[in-house]
T-cell receptor, first 113, second 112 residues
């Protein structure tokens, strides 16, 4: 079946602009996660959704970052007033709540110039 | 708080030789442990996981890992590597069913 998909695969934006990154999880997966992977680092947790609600957003670096999952499926990560330090690969993962395994998408590479 | 240390940032090894990628974790509570592989420009793929039970875990592509609670380690091994194993490998821990904490990764370079 289809895996986790993320769009766009690459996004180049200017400092100060607003961006939206989209994640389509595996059908039926109730849990959805966002991670950020900076160059040379492992993925860092940003936010976790169980259904439509954000169960844990403790990883969001500041209030410029926001994520939604209005219908419990697709999620959008929104970044306002982007900064060069936001440049990274943003990874999305999904899982079945009863299974200890997260399935990752290919990521969106965000470059802020 | 939990943390993960991958001691080697890069590991070069000749084809058909054995390899061990080291992972140590820090946690005051029981954890779940994972190894993921990331090929260039691709997402993370699960190699294997330890949840409970036998401390020797076998995964895909001939990889295995051993959970050692006393040494808080979860080292990844393969007895004979192939060129196609060249990739970045990440160790991760979780408490509960979410919020993985990843190490910084080990780049495995298999040489012909």
């Amino acid at each position: 079946g289809a895996g986790v998909s993320q769009t766009p695969s690459n996004k180049v934006t200017e400092k100060g602009k607003y961006v939206e990154l989209r994640c389509d999880p595996i059908s039926g997966h109730t849990a959805l996660y966002w991670y950020r992977q900076s160059l040379g680092q492992g993925p860092e947790f940003l936010i976790y959704f169980q259904g439509t609600g954000a169960a844990d957003d403790s990883g969001l670096p500041n209030d410029r970052f926001f994520a939604v999952r209005p219908e419990g499926s697709v999620s959008t990560l929104k970044i306002q007033r982007t900064e060069r330090g936001d440049s990274a690969v943003y990874l999305c993962a999904s899982s079945n709540w009863t299974v200890h395994e997260q399935y990752f998408g290919p990521g969106t590479r965000l470059t802020v110039t | 708080a939990q943390s993960v240390t991958q001691l080697d940032s890069q590991v070069p090894v000749f084809e058909e030789a054995p390899v061990e990628l080291r992972c140590n974790y820090s946690s005051s509570v029981s954890v779940y442990l994972f190894w993921y592989v990331q090929y260039p420009n691709q997402g993370l793929q699960l190699l294997l996981k330890y949840l409970s039970g036998s401390t020797l875990v076998k995964g895909i592509n001939g990889f295995e890992a051993e959970f050692n609670k006393s040494q808080t380690s979860f080292h990844l091994r393969k007895p004979s590597v192939h060129i196609s194993d060249t990739a970045e490998y990440f160790c991760a821990v979780s408490v509960g069913t979410y919020k993985y904490i990843f190490g910084t990764g080990t780049r495995l370079k298999v040489l012909a």
